[in-house]
């Protein structure tokens, strides 16, 4: 049923139903329903439903870095030498300062090489 109003929301969902029928607590499973669908959580806009976490800052530089992996990225013309497919990215939570690294695979071997 949602599928054939085109995964519009709750509203268009809930008028389109009800010309079947009504139910107690029609409204709230549609919401329900609605907040599973896939499709919908894919093409949703608007804020994330979790909020942001405010953490505290760090009062030395490094002291607290944020890491994380790009990829796998397509291997640029020179790529066949390096096979660098993957990005291993730092942030220092303080200053802002980053590093990009490229590695060749997302191994936590070859990550911890890489960080140091
Ligand atoms: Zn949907």
Redesign the pocket.
């Known amino acids: 049923m949602?599928?054939e109003t085109g995964?519009r929301g709750a509203l268009p969902t809930l008028r389109y139903l009800q010309t079947y029928g009504v139910w107690p607590g029609m409204a709230r499973n549609v919401r329900e329903y609605?907040a599973e669908?896939l499709?919908?959580a894919a093409n949703r806009c608007g804020p994330p439903h979790t909020r942001f976490k405010v953490t505290e800052t760090p009062n030395q530089p490094f002291r607290r870095v944020g890491v994380d992996l790009i990829g796998p990225l397509p291997l640029s013309a020179l790529g066949h030498h390096y096979q660098h497919r993957y990005v291993l990215t730092a942030v220092c939570h303080l200053m802002g300062w980053a590093e990009a690294v490229p590695i060749s695979d997302k191994q936590a071997a070859t990550v911890w090489d890489a960080m140091e």
Do not use: N
Request: some cysteine; proline content about 0%; aromatic content about 0%.
């Open positions: 949602h599928c995964h609605l669908c499709k919908c």
